[in-house]
């Protein structure tokens, strides 16, 4: 098996660059099969990786059927940035498909960071808001969050004077589920400059609460800063095991330019068509985040009354601070076959994620977590 990360001591080729030995690692979480063997149980739940506890649209599956293998993807992605520009209102010219957003989070780095640049993002983040900038070669400057883990928009307003060349934030927040509201928003699209993309990372943004604007709504007719808005089919879609997300831009020519790092054939043709069917199916969409929604609610309460502290989420999954830390707790979890994120990053390591599953996904979750954290 190859793994995914270098150690700086495994960089001693003529040819990898020194900024690969520096990343930190990817917790890609861990599968079901690992938590099949660890825990030796055979129905284990995988609450770590915010997947769609109710599977995909089930026009997806039919929608498969009659694919042809032996062709090529179209490398357009046609079909699906005409779905996706006829549902959000946006030019088909300003929307870019990837092999999952992860890929666009990839290209952007590829295409606009220079060894001399540095990127501006929060802290906890997204990994790859830190680790794919890094990459690159350029220095990742993080804002940690406030107190309540809501975004210090004081604080980035104050690094944005310093030009970073892009500003990554994800909101909904991953980890932390908080999402902007639409004065902060409007606040810190002030304080971009011009050599500034914004990037927004709107992975969870179906999961917004009924009624708040997502960021994009608020962006769409902005034509006076560079921004791109990341969305994806993994989440609210439950396509994760396909990787197809997309890009929205402020301009044809950020398009252009993202399109021009990616590979030629970069979203295959199962995904393309799966996200197709999955894009017209909204009332499935609808249906399973409703419910996910509702199920936030019910969990974040339960655990409250634990005595815990649960930051609110708007998003399918919660953020959890342990009066421990949280690496233990999750290894007896694993244990018991449940699978979470305890948080690796510095400052943060008392706090697990989980996602939100079935009801009775969540309620074993939170019997388990009762006894590891020993509230009993
Ligand atoms: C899950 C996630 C992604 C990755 O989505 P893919 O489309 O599966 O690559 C991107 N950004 C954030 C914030 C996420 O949580």
């Known amino acids: 098996m190859v793994e995914k990360n270098l150690r700086a001591d495994e960089v001693n080729g003529p040819s990898a660059r020194p900024a690969l030995g520096r990343l930190p690692p990817y917790n890609a979480g861990i599968s079901a099969s690992v938590a099949r063997q660890i825990s030796g149980k055979e129905d284990v739940i995988c609450l770590g990786s915010n997947e769609n506890p109710y599977g995909s649209s089930p026009s997806v599956g039919a929608a498969l059927w009659g694919l042809i293998p032996s062709r090529y993807s179209d490398p357009m992605c046609a079909s699906l940035r005409n ?35 540095h990127v501006l993002t929060v802290s906890p983040c997204f990994g790859l ?10 220095q990742v400057i993080k804002v940690p969050m406030t107190e309540n883990l809501d975004f210090d928009v004081q604080g980035l307003v104050a690094a944005l004077a310093n030009g970073p060349k892009i500003l990554f934030i994800s909101s909904p927040s991953n980890p932390v589920g908080q999402a902007l509201c639409e004065q902060a928003l409007l606040l810190i699209t002030d304080a971009v400059r011009p050599g500034t993309i914004f990037v927004l990372d709107e992975a969870y943004a179906e999961f917004i609460s009924i009624g708040a604007p997502d960021g994009l709504t608020n962006l769409k ?11 994806t089919f993994s989440k609210a879609y439950g396509l994760a095991g396909l990787r197809v997300g997309y890009a929205i831009t402020s301009n ?15 979203v295959n043709a199962v995904a393309q068509t799966a996200a197709v069917a999955a894009l017209r199916d909204t009332a499935w969409m609808i249906e399973a985040t409703t419910r996910l929604r509702h199920d936030r609610e019910v969990l974040a309460d339960r655990l409250r009354r634990l005595g815990l502290r649960v930051i609110p989420s708007q998003a399918n999954f919660l953020f959890i601070d342990l009066p421990m830390d949280a690496a233990p707790v999750a290894g007896v979890l694993l244990q018991k076959g449940i699978v979470v994120k305890p948080w690796m990053e ?6 697990i994620r989980v996602t939100i599953g079935t009801a009775e996904q969540n309620e074993r979750f939170a019997q388990e977590l009762e006894g590891a954290v020993n509230l009993r």
């Open 83 to 117: 779905a996706i520009s006829d549902r959000l209102g946006v030019a088909a010219d300003r929307i870019v498909c990837g092999n999952g957003s992860e890929e666009l989070i990839a290209a952007l780095c590829r295409a606009y960071l220079e060894p001399t640049d």
């Open 129 to 138: 808001h830190e680790i794919e900038p890094m990459a690159a070669g350029a």
């Open 221 to 231: 007719h902005r034509s006076d800063l560079h921004w791109v808005v990341l969305r």
């Open 252 to 266: 044809y020519g950020l398009a252009r330019t993202i399109r021009a790092t990616l590979t030629p054939f970069n």
């Open 346 to 351: 510095t400052g943060y390591t008392n706090f």
